[in-house]
């Protein structure tokens, strides 16, 4: 008998959102394609408009984000779950750092970790450049642009959309921020036009940043094997650099991209390891740690700081931009982020996706920026200021000339830029490619690569027409309506959170049980560890009667409620209990496998357990999760009371935030 052929994939796109982004994209390239000096000078003077009259706002808005994320943090609402109550994160902490650290920051390490110290003790603000309180003062401006602040921007969206998307089953994408202002529009027009804003500064972002900093790789091959520099150079080497994000974003996350980010973090390590001990490692080590107590004790001071009574054009060229530049990119990080940290509470959130990688990147800025300096303060090697000044993109490979084994470095840190760059365009590609599927990642392989080919053909056409830098400054200026639609999102976040931390204040430490019954049937049941088919069949016959029964009082007291028998086709029972326009009420009982005590079974995953080394529970699950209690071997009027012990607490809540 002859086979029929497999089906081919079928596209999953919003077409509210993705044909739309696409014509966006499209007009703005023409735009910045066609006519480069135009454009530019149209965003160019919108982000001059905005340096001038919106410094201040900039400067409230990211300190409120900092403010807001350390309360979220270090109050009660740290202890709330990405996710329902009982899931647990899907990486270790060594890949969701590593995760972390190259999606959000990687390559500008590597372009600004010797650059912009230098650029700073040359050119400070105020005062002289080239001197000791220069060199001080650049560390601590370095440490400024790069530390909380910017960590404190992505880690903010990340935590709203994960809080919504895992808590609350909203799709993964920037619209279900707004949930809390908009409500169910976020699936209408208003919706699709937040999604469609995000991925037209997303794709703007990675193409530029590709388009950039290609030049990068092109100095260092240069410098390494006498490549030549020159746009058909360039040209090739964003299209390989596509092609190899194109193989990590079809293999998917966990094969992809989250092992690019383990070789990349290990390879940092090494050659910060490298600087740290070819320089002199004590002075490194003395200053890093002296930029950081600067740093600490001038936060407040650095963070509100506007030069308000001595006005400078540094402001707007640095911190101005920093932060417009980091609010910018703070869709796709922040989707990214939230993408690979469910199941983790808003503490260990916080803490990990923001002072974690803000650490190494303040350590990274230390050894490599003090390094560069000592070599022109006292080192006398002013050719390395010169070649800061003339070209960024040179400087990290001119700059490991002047230290032991600079080829075996030099060859580390491009190969750290090309997987950085990689990191960045396959995330890219796969937030992309989520923002325009309504969420889902699980869309066929020619989707996915659909995005990984936009960006790198944005990249090639801007930079064979010169006008990377103007769509740069449009993605900056976007920073603006975004900063004012971000706070309304965090605003209602909060609320949820208060709405959740109410809930929680009003339910019981532990399962009310009424009417014991046969505690010596109880005990044999839970010491027999009982199969799937022993679960399946109490839930039918006990816990599905007992559900009816109790929305069946519910009906004559005029309150409408539904029981959903799943016990076939995901081994769950459930009610709902309707309420209007307040919160509704569920209850369900899942059947969930759990290890046999032993052991031959401590570290296993459940997929690596076979059927006799499992035994399962009939777990109560209320809307927010587990509540880490089973029904099993309860009588139906057991049940009956515990329904009702959950449901008055659930009335309780709904009195409370009355």
């Not at 650099?241 to 293999?251: E, P």
């Not at 035994?615 to 089973?630: I, M, P, W």
Request: hydrophobic share 50%; with cysteine; proline share 4%.
């Amino acid at each position: 008998m002859e086979q029929a052929p497999a089906p081919k994939p079928r596209l999953v796109i919003d077409h509210s959102v993705f044909w739309p982004a696409t014509g966006v994209l499209v007009l703005l390239v023409l735009l910045a394609g066609l006519a480069p000096a135009s454009s530019n000078a149209v965003f160019q003077a919108m982000q001059d408009a905005i340096v001038h009259y919106a410094s201040w706002y900039y400067v409230l808005v990211v300190a409120i984000i900092l403010i807001t994320i350390l309360v979220f943090g270090l109050s009660r609402f740290g202890d709330i779950k990405l996710g329902p109550d009982h899931s647990e994160p899907a990486y270790s902490y060594t890949s969701w750092f590593a995760m972390l650290f190259a999606a959000g920051m990687g390559i500008g390490l590597m372009f600004y970790g010797v650059a912009e110290p230098v650029m700073h003790y040359l050119q400070p603000p105020h005062g002289e450049g080239g001197g000791i309180d220069a060199a001080a003062q650049a560390m601590k401006l370095t440490f400024f642009h790069w530390g909380v602040h910017a960590w404190s921007i992505y880690a903010i969206v990340a935590l709203v959309l994960a809080y919504f998307a895992y808590r609350h089953s909203l799709p993964l994408t920037l619209r279900s921020a707004f949930y809390p202002l908009i409500g169910e529009r976020i699936y209408g027009t208003p919706g699709a036009i937040v999604d469609i804003f995000a991925i037209v500064c997303t794709t703007c972002g990675v193409a530029t940043s590709l388009g950039l900093g290609v030049l990068q790789i092109n100095s260092g091959l240069n410098y390494l094997l006498g490549l030549p520099i020159g746009p058909a150079m360039q040209v090739i080497l964003i299209v390989g650099t596509m092609l190899l994000a194109t193989i990590s974003v079809v293999m998917g996350l966990d094969a992809g991209i989250k092992r690019l980010s383990e070789i990349n973090i290990v390879l940092a390590i090494l050659l910060l390891v490298g600087v740290l001990l070819a320089g002199p490692t004590v002075v490194v080590l003395q200053g890093t740690i002296e930029n950081l107590g600067s740093y600490v004790s001038d936060l407040v001071s650095y963070t509100f700081n506007l030069y308000a009574y001595d006005p400078t054009d540094w402001l707007g060229g640095w911190t101005i931009f920093y932060w417009g530049w980091w609010l910018s990119w703070s869709p796709f990080v922040g989707l990214f982020i939230a993408r690979i940290s469910r199941g983790r509470t808003i503490r260990e959130f916080i803490l990990g996706a923001m002072l974690v990688p803000c650490g190494f990147t303040l350590l990274w800025m230390g050894v490599f920026g003090n390094s560069a300096i000592e070599l022109i303060l006292h080192g006398g090697e002013t050719g390395l200021a010169e070649a800061v000044q003339e070209n960024n993109a040179i400087a990290l490979f001119r700059f490991l000339e002047y230290l032991p084994m600079p080829t075996l470095l030099s060859t580390i840190s491009l190969l750290m830029v090309v997987v950085f760059f990689v990191t960045s365009a396959d995330s890219g590609a796969m937030v992309l490619n989520m923002l325009a599927a309504n969420g889902r990642d699980d869309t066929p392989w020619p989707q996915r690569i659909f995005w990984t080919a936009i960006i790198g053909l944005i990249a090639i056409v801007l930079l064979l027409a010169g006008g990377l830098s103007s769509l740069q400054t449009a993605a900056i200026a976007s920073a603006l309506p975004f900063s004012v639609a971000l706070l309304g999102a965090i605003w209602g976040f909060a609320r949820a959170l208060h709405l959740d931390v109410t809930k929680r204040d009003t339910q019981s430490v532990s399962p009310l049980i009424a009417n014991p019954g046969d505690w010596r049937a109880r005990l044999d049941t839970l010491l027999n560890y009982p199969g799937d088919t022993t679960v399946h069949s109490f839930m039918r016959e006990t816990v599905l009667p007992a559900l009816r029964e109790f929305a069946g009082e519910l009906a004559g007291h005029d309150i409408e409620a539904r029981v959903f028998n799943d016990i076939g086709s995901r081994g769950a029972v459930r009610l709902e209990v309707y309420h209007g326009e307040e919160t509704d009420f569920i209850y369900e009982v899942r059947c969930r496998a759990h290890a046999l005590p032993g052991d031959a079974f401590v570290g296993k995953a459940l997929e690596e357990l076979g059927d006799e080394e499992k035994f399962y529970r009939a777990e109560v699950h209320l809307a927010e999760g587990g509540q880490d209690y089973s029904v099993m071997g309860w009588t139906r009027a057991q049940v009956t009371h515990d329904v009702l012990g959950q449901y008055e607490n659930h009335l309780q809540f709904l009195h409370a935030m009355r």
